[in-house]
């Protein structure tokens, strides 16, 4: 009798067994899941004291509403004296390319002398050979043609030295406009605007306080971006794919289902948490006492939640997905 009490035991532990381990083959439920959405960390690319902020917090903003501007007046500083250095050089830079023509005309010039001088000197050359002229006239038309030989050299060296100027002055150029591109957008983002459709979320920045570049000011949270990321066993992921059905219980909405579509499933995670942004996700494996099976991120879209309700970022979901 007791040895059929122990087997009955024995089947229905098995059975109970085999129900947990194949249960995932029918079924999944996880959880192990939450609300998550497109969230924007607002900083500043620059510096500077905050001079206004337009928004309130958990206020619906529109892409492109001011949301914050600092200072106008040190930015503004900066691209007029950008502007200034840059009109300088080049009012001397075209300065400089008129010298240049001027000392290309004067090559051409001398070249022209110098042409002439050889013809007179060739011709010098003859008549002292035939005894028409002395060696002093003949002297003094061969120094003649030297001069103008020198001027040439003379003159391409000013010309070159010019063209050498020329180049650094428009090197020096580039420079500035950077420089002056560069003060233009660093005005352009000392004012903030949003980038979507969305809601400012803890605002803890105001008037007269400095912002530094780079540092989260508050939160934005896009509008129409909620989803639910739900961390569902290996075990689990054969039953899983796009457009997949699936039912959502959220704990902000007590005794309410809804309907939902798995969006795009991970293709991967992190065995380690060594790196600081790594490129895959790390879901830790392991509690106090129990070690987990791996988990993969899977992205499910909510398809009839109500537009004018609240999925509150961050908050607990469950997830049930039936084969």
């Not at 508050?218 to 569902?232: D, E, Q, S, W």
């Not at 969006?263 to 790594?278: A, F, N």
């Not at 006492?289 to 791996?294: D, E, G, N, P, V």
């Given at each position: 009798?007791?040895?059929?009490?122990?087997?009955?035991?024995?089947?229905?532990?098995l059975c109970l067994f085999l129900l947990y381990y194949?249960?995932?083959?029918?079924?999944?439920?996880?959880?192990?899941?939450?609300?998550?959405?497109?969230?924007?960390?607002?900083?500043?690319?620059?510096?500077?004291?905050?001079?206004?902020?337009?928004?309130?917090?958990?206020?619906?903003?529109?892409?492109?509403?001011?949301?914050?501007?600092?200072?106008?007046?040190?930015?503004?500083?900066?691209?007029?004296?950008?502007?200034?250095?840059?009109?300088?050089?080049?009012?001397?830079?075209?300065n400089l390319n008129t010298e240049t023509a001027e000392?290309?005309?004067?090559?051409?010039?001398?070249?022209?002398?110098?042409?002439?001088?050889?013809?007179?000197?060739?011709?010098?050359?003859?008549?002292?050979?035939?005894?028409?002229?002395?060696?002093?006239?003949?002297?003094?038309?061969?120094?003649?043609?030297?001069?103008?030989?020198?001027?040439?050299?003379?003159?391409?060296?000013?010309?070159?030295?010019?063209?050498?100027?020329?180049?650094?002055?428009?090197?020096?150029?580039?420079?500035?406009?950077?420089v002056l591109g560069l003060t233009k957008y660093r005005?352009?983002?000392?004012?903030?605007?949003?980038?979507?459709?969305?809601?400012?979320?803890?605002?803890?920045?105001?008037?007269?306080?400095?912002?530094?570049?780079?540092?989260?000011?508050?939160?934005?949270?896009?509008?129409?971006?909620?989803?639910?990321?739900?961390?569902?066993?290996?075990?689990?992921?054969?039953?899983?794919?796009?457009?997949?059905?699936?039912?959502?219980?959220?704990?902000?909405?007590?005794?309410?289902?809804?309907?939902?579509?798995?969006?795009?499933?991970?293709?991967?995670?992190?065995?380690?948490?060594?790196?600081?942004?790594?490129?895959?996700?790390?879901?830790?494996?392991?509690?106090?006492?129990?070690?987990?099976?791996?988990?993969?991120?899977?992205?499910?879209?909510?398809?009839?939640?109500?537009?004018?309700?609240?999925?509150?970022?961050?908050?607990?979901?469950?997830?049930?997905?039936?084969?």
């Amino acid at each position: 009798m007791k040895l059929v009490r122990w087997l009955y035991l024995a089947l229905v532990v098995l059975c109970l067994f085999l129900l947990y381990y194949s249960s995932g083959y029918f079924f999944v439920y996880n959880n192990n899941a939450y609300v998550s959405a497109d969230v924007v960390r607002i900083a500043p690319g620059v510096s500077g004291i905050v001079d206004e902020v337009s928004v309130t917090d958990n206020e619906f903003v529109t892409a492109g509403s001011l949301l914050l501007s600092l200072q106008q007046a040190p930015f503004l500083l900066a691209v007029q004296t950008a502007q200034a250095q840059l009109e300088k050089v080049l009012v001397e830079q075209k300065n400089l390319n008129t010298e240049t023509a001027e000392a290309l005309s004067e090559v051409k010039i001398n070249e022209a002398r110098n042409k002439l001088a050889a013809v007179e000197f060739k011709r010098y050359q003859k008549l002292l050979k035939s005894g028409n002229i002395s060696q002093q006239k003949f002297d003094e038309e061969q120094e003649q043609y030297r001069v103008t030989q020198l001027e040439i050299a003379q003159a391409k060296q000013a010309y070159q030295l010019s063209l050498q100027q020329a180049a650094i002055y428009a090197a020096e150029v580039k420079d500035l406009q950077s420089v002056l591109g560069l003060t233009k957008y660093r005005l352009k983002i000392s004012k903030i605007y949003a980038p979507q459709d969305g809601y400012v979320n803890n605002l803890k920045v105001y008037a007269g306080g400095y912002a530094n570049s780079g540092d989260t000011l508050f939160g934005f949270v896009g509008h129409n971006t909620t989803r639910i990321v739900a961390n569902i066993k290996d075990t689990n992921l054969a039953m899983l794919h796009k457009d997949k059905p699936v039912w959502v219980y959220l704990s902000s909405y007590p005794w309410q289902i809804f309907r939902g579509k798995v969006e795009s499933i991970g293709r991967g995670v992190s065995r380690t948490k060594s790196l600081e942004k790594p490129a895959l996700p790390y879901i830790e494996p392991v509690t106090n006492w129990i070690r987990y099976s791996y988990r993969i991120p899977v992205r499910i879209t909510l398809t009839d939640f109500p537009k004018d309700e609240t999925a509150y970022v961050g908050i607990d979901a469950r997830v049930l997905v039936f084969r």
